[in-house]
């Protein structure tokens, strides 16, 4: 058992870990952004969509 805990034990905690802080820490607020972004974009016009494209291609 000890010589498995540096080659799959320690690897499979440290990535469960890190999959759960990715999910529940990282995860929530991007998921907010990407949906006020989403509704910012969705609520734009198209010509305000159009003249915001213009000024960011410059």
Do not use: C, D
């Amino acid at each position: 058992m000890e010589a498995l805990k540096p080659i799959l034990i320690i690897p499979l905690f440290a990535s469960l870990i890190t999959g759960l802080v990715m999910i529940y820490v990282v995860g929530t607020p991007v998921a907010r952004i990407m949906e006020g972004l989403t509704h910012w974009l969705q609520s734009l016009g198209t010509a305000n969509a159009v003249l915001l494209g213009r000024s960011w291609a410059r």
